[in-house]
Every structure is written in structure tokens, then in C-alpha cells.
Nanobody, 125 residues
Framework: QLQLVESGGGLVQPGGSLRLSCAAS????????IGWFRQAPGKEREGVSC????????YYADSVKGRFTISRDNAKNTVYLQMNSLKPEDTAVYYC??????????????????WGQGTQVTVSS
């Protein structure tokens, strides 16, 4: 059974850091692009970052460029999202997802087929 499990969320002060993990089971991550998405209360889910399956290219939403870094460890079948300089507006439930998006569509929700259950990130003093 194909499954994605996120972990690493929590409460952090503004300016702090967190590292989210997305562990896969039932399939190998390097066959899929893996995206991170987030959904804040009352807002639509949005794409945050993606790492491609082919060459490991990475993509970021403008709102997180320079602060977030996505990486993958194929040996552990896990993708990470390192989040630095966190802001209150980063507060959301973060989801990882697996899919095979077309070029230029790496942060589109519709391109992803398999989703984790989400992990809460709260940035507050």
C-alpha cells in the first residue's frame, strides 16, 4: 500500500527553524516528484516546494524562496523540507504529495496523486 507520512511539525517562534520529513512506503520516492503543500485556516491549499524525480531539480513558491530548502534521501525513501526564518504567515498544515507533474506544473495540486495526512506548523511568539 502506497503511503506518505509527514512529521516534524510543531510550534516555533518567528525567526526559528523546523525540518519536516515525508517518509514513503509502498513505493520508491525516486520514481515520483515530491511536493510540499500547505493550507492555512480559511485559505486554499497552495504549493510550497517540489523536487523532481528525474534530476532532483527543485522548485519553490516565491513566498518561501531563500528560506526553505527541499531535499531527498533515496536510501531512506524520505524527502525533507528545511524551513528557516519562519514567519507567522507560514502557519499552516503542511502536506507532502507524490506525483508526476508536467514541466512547469510542479506546484500545481492537480498534478499530485498521493497525499500524506499533514503536519501542523505554528509560528507564533
Amino acid at each position: 500500500q502506497l503511503q506518505l507520512v509527514e512529521s516534524g511539525g510543531g510550534l516555533v517562534q518567528p525567526g526559528g527553524s523546523l525540518r519536516l520529513s515525508c517518509a514513503a512506503s509502498g513505493f520508491t520516492l525516486d520514481y515520483y516528484a515530491i511536493g510540499w503543500f500547505r493550507q492555512a485556516p480559511g485559505k486554499e491549499r497552495e504549493g510550497v516546494s517540489c523536487i523532481s524525480s528525474s534530476d532532483g531539480s527543485t522548485y519553490y513558491a516565491d513566498s518561501v524562496k531563500g528560506r526553505f530548502t527541499i531535499s531527498r534521501d533515496n536510501a531512506k525513501n524520505t524527502v525533507y523540507l528545511q524551513m528557516n526564518s519562519l514567519k507567522p504567515e507560514d502557519t499552516a498544515v503542511y502536506y507532502c504529495a507524490a506525483g508526476r507533474p508536467y514541466s512547469g506544473s510542479y506546484l500545481r495540486i492537480e498534478e499530485y496523486d498521493y497525499w500524506g495526512q499533514g503536519t501542523q506548523v505554528t509560528v507564533s511568539s
